[in-house]
């Protein structure tokens, strides 16, 4: 079953469930997801549902940054209800020594030595680490790697 189909499947069991939280939850994430089929005119893959997933959770930390500093913990918990949900779709996240040995092999495998070749190196992670680590934590730490 793909994810797209995964997702709309607990989307019926959350309304079965009677379970209003999760259900709003996945609305919205499924809103994200139908927006950018329409928007783009296809039905999303897997990869391409994993990244608008990965938009989303993104967004919510950012969010609820912003209401912690706005002194709103009742926002700031709704978010983070909408993020353990949503990260259940997520693969399982890497850790800082896979990603530091992955990092590594990028650097040797892309020949970088400078910063300017820091889009190679990105571009050779990003596929192997999406959905899987914070890609901005990521290129912060080819950066510092390459001495930018």
């Known amino acids: 079953m793909s994810l797209r189909d995964q997702i709309s499947q607990d989307m ?10 999760r259900l709003s939850s996945l609305r919205m ?11 783009e005119r296809i039905t999303l893959d897997d990869s391409q549902v994993l990244a608008v997933v990965e938009k989303q959770v993104r967004q919510s930390r950012e969010a609820v940054e912003q209401f912690q500093k706005g002194n709103r913990p009742d926002l700031a918990e709704k978010e ?14 890497a850790s800082d020594d896979e990603i530091e040995k992955l990092v590594n092999e990028a650097i040797a495998a892309a020949g970088a030595a400078s910063i300017k070749d820091m889009g190679k190196v990105v571009g050779i992670l990003k596929g192997k680490l999406q959905g899987r680590a914070d890609m901005g934590k990521v290129s912060a ?6 001495g930018g």
Not at 29 to 34: K, N
Not at 141 to 146: H, N, S, Y
């Open 141 to 146: 730490k080819v950066k510092a790697r390459l």
């Open 29 to 39: 994430l499924w809103a994200a997801i139908q927006r950018r089929e329409v928007d």
């Open 12 to 21: 019926k069991s959350a309304m079965r469930e009677k379970n209003e939280a």
């Open 80 to 93: 983070n209800r909408d993020i353990a949900v949503w990260s259940g779709y997520l693969p399982a996240q």
